[in-house]
């Protein structure tokens, strides 16, 4: 169709690979008529701003039809007089099929084993345009061409700047761990896409669909996160916790420290470390392979002294302050618990022989 200063009729056929075209003809009289296709928006474009959009249907361009562009240029030229516009034709229904990657691995903390690995994901995902107005000025205006080749590199390129943070933080806040999260596909797609599509509002796009195929990481990651696993395994069965597995590690580092210089320092910190740590183990724990020290009761069996009344240790034979002879201490019947004196040779009450 040429480009002239009479009537005009502006349209534009897009197949399903096609969410941006624009037409040809850039010159328009208020003559021309502009039929949009159902499941299109047409957008007048000047000098970097979008104006008027129109949606399916026939529309004479009119100044009634054309308030942006009016106000744009304070007024219309006359009837015969061409004013030049770009218009865009955004295919509204259609999704576009988008495979992405992780260009370079993620590096992030799994968030049950507390290791740094590196995770590579890819996946696939449809993407529509949900406004047209920010779709057209933040992604199509940059473009030098508007085929489908490069419009779909540079809505891609848009995404995974976002998406390699937003897969790696979903993870993390999630607590999701890399050796389960096979099973978990799923369920991160799905919370991976809202956060996305809240980044893809910005340049007018949305997913309609979005896929995470695989995630994984390397050999040497999967095997230390298997050694991390059997860890957590034995923690649980003996009763501490990561925590205190540092701790201990901690200890047994400084404890280990033995150089010249600094080895006495060493054993000295392992020394105390080692104590405040085992204090903490009996009073989280009440492990009995790490028992407190036995403090002596108050009321532990002593001899008193029958001339001077002093208190003497219960194995004592004389007075430690007079000398004087002491009876043997006294003694349990081991057959009925009646308490004798220290010389008995029977029990009192049962007659049980000592």
């Known amino acids: 169709m040429s480009s002239n200063n009479a009537f005009e009729v502006i349209s534009c056929v897009t197949d399903n690979n ?14 021309s008529q502009l039929i949009v296709n159902e499941s299109q928006e047409a957008l007048f474009y000047k000098e970097g701003q979008a104006l008027d959009l129109f949606g399916p249907g026939r529309h004479a361009l ?9 106000k744009f240029f304070n007024h219309l030229f006359g009837n015969d007089t061409p004013f030049p516009c770009e218009v865009f034709f955004i295919n509204k229904v259609s999704v576009l099929d988008v495979l992405w990657g992780t260009p370079s691995p993620i590096v992030l903390e799994d968030p049950q084993y507390h290791l740094i690995v590196n995770v590579k994901s890819s996946g696939q995902c449809g993407i529509v345009v949900k406004d047209s107005r920010k779709f057209v000025v933040k992604v199509v205006g940059q473009l030098p061409q508007f085929d489908v080749e490069n419009v779909r590199r540079a809505i ?4 995974m700047t976002s998406l390699t943070n937003i897969i790696a933080n979903t993870i993390i806040n999630e607590k999701i761990g890399i050796l389960e999260i096979a099973t ?15 980044k893809l509002d910005d340049i007018g796009l949305e997913t309609v669909h979005f896929n995470i195929g695989t995630i994984f990481t390397n050999d040497d990651d999967i ?8 860890r957590a395994a034995a923690r649980a069965t003996e009763g501490y916790t990561y925590q205190e597995e540092q701790k201990f590690d901690v200890l047994r580092t400084a404890a280990g420290n033995t150089s010249t210089a600094g080895g006495m320092v060493g054993m000295g910190v392992g020394i ?3 104590l405040g740590f085992m204090g903490e183990m009996r009073e989280q724990t009440g492990s ?4 407190a020290p036995q403090q002596p009761a108050a009321n532990a069996q002593t001899k008193t002294c029958a001339k001077c009344g002093a208190a003497n240790d219960s194995g004592a034979k004389f007075c430690q302050e007079c000398g004087n002879a002491l009876a043997p ?5 081991t057959e009925c618990g009646t308490q004798c004196e220290g010389t008995a040779k029977f029990c009192s009450v049962c007659g049980h022989k000592f």
């Open 156 to 159: 891609k390129g848009m995404m």
């Open 272 to 274: 105390g470390a080692g």
């Open 329 to 333: 201490a006294k003694k349990f019947c």
């Open 18 to 31: 096609t969410l941006v075209k624009k037409s040809h003809i850039e010159n328009f009289n208020t003559q």
């Open 184 to 198: 978990k596909l799923e369920e991160l797609s799905l919370s991976v896409q809202r956060k996305l599509n809240e």
């Open 223 to 230: 095997s230390l996160l298997k050694q991390a696993k059997a």
């Open 288 to 291: 009995a392979m790490n028992p």
């Open 62 to 70: 009119v100044t009634e039809n054309l308030p942006f562009f009016r």
